[in-house]
């Protein structure tokens, strides 16, 4: 017998809400990006970060982009430390709602990451970029495969393009302050809460599948 609320799913971005990952991909992206500034970094994710390099330079010469960044980053994950609190918050979440990521980061080296940080088996679904570069498509299988809607579902995020993508399919998004990007501009987009520390998004995703 499933456990009440399972039939709600969380979404969670990887990169700045459950990884601590902003200065090592930063780090890289200079590599790739020569002169790029952190606040230049922060705006790739104003949008869906594939859609960056694609702005920029033909699209073959973006996936070339990519792929540097993918090679020389995946390797350096080992250094990435998790979000304090965040675990805690993930068990708890666990025991009344599935748990899915979705990422810009490749599904394989994520998987791998939650395992040596001993939460992979709170996750019932990783969903990286490999899967598809658009995660709007990739909430479409998630409606698939769940049987679900915008309603069953919320998404947990720290950049803008993901609320702008959770939008477009009807989910609402509660934006978390210690990522990669901060609560002023987060709060531009209207979330339906915003979540100061982890352990806060307990009571704020109860609230909003309590709101329908």
Known sequence: MEKEGFNKIILFDFDGV???????????????????TP?????FFNGN????SKNLVKNEEAKKI?????????????????????REAIIEL???????IISSSITSPIGDWLER?????????????????SKIEKIKMIFEK?????????????????????FKMGIKSIGVVWGFQDKE???????????????????VIKEYFNSF
């Not at 459950?18 to 790029?36: C, N, R, T, Y």
């Not at 792929?67 to 390797?75: C, D, L, R, S, V």
């Not at 940080?117 to 570069?133: C, E, K, P, V, W």
């Not at 501009?185 to 009571?203: G, H, R, T």
Request: charged share 30%.
């Open 146 to 166: 769940y049987k679900a809607g915008p309603e069953n579902c919320v998404f947990i995020t720290d950049t803008i393009g993901d609320m702008k993508e959770a």
């Open 49 to 52: 970060i594939n859609d960056w």
């Open 117 to 133: 940080n001993n939460i992979a088996n709170y996750f019932d679904l990783i969903m990286g970029n490999d899967i598809h570069t």
């Open 39 to 43: 606040d230049g970094y922060r705006d």
């Open 185 to 203: 501009k987060l709060a531009k987009e209207k979330p339906f809460a915003i979540a100061e520390k982890p352990k806060d998004l307990v009571l």
């Open 94 to 100: 666990e025991k009344s709602y599935k748990l899915v």
């Open 18 to 36: 459950i990884a601590d990952s902003f200065d090592i991909a930063f780090e890289v992206q200079k590599i790739v990006h020569p002169g790029l």
């Open 66 to 86: 990519n792929q540097k960044f993918a090679n020389i980053y995946i390797p350096r994950m080992k250094e990435v430390k998790i979000m304090e609190g965040i």
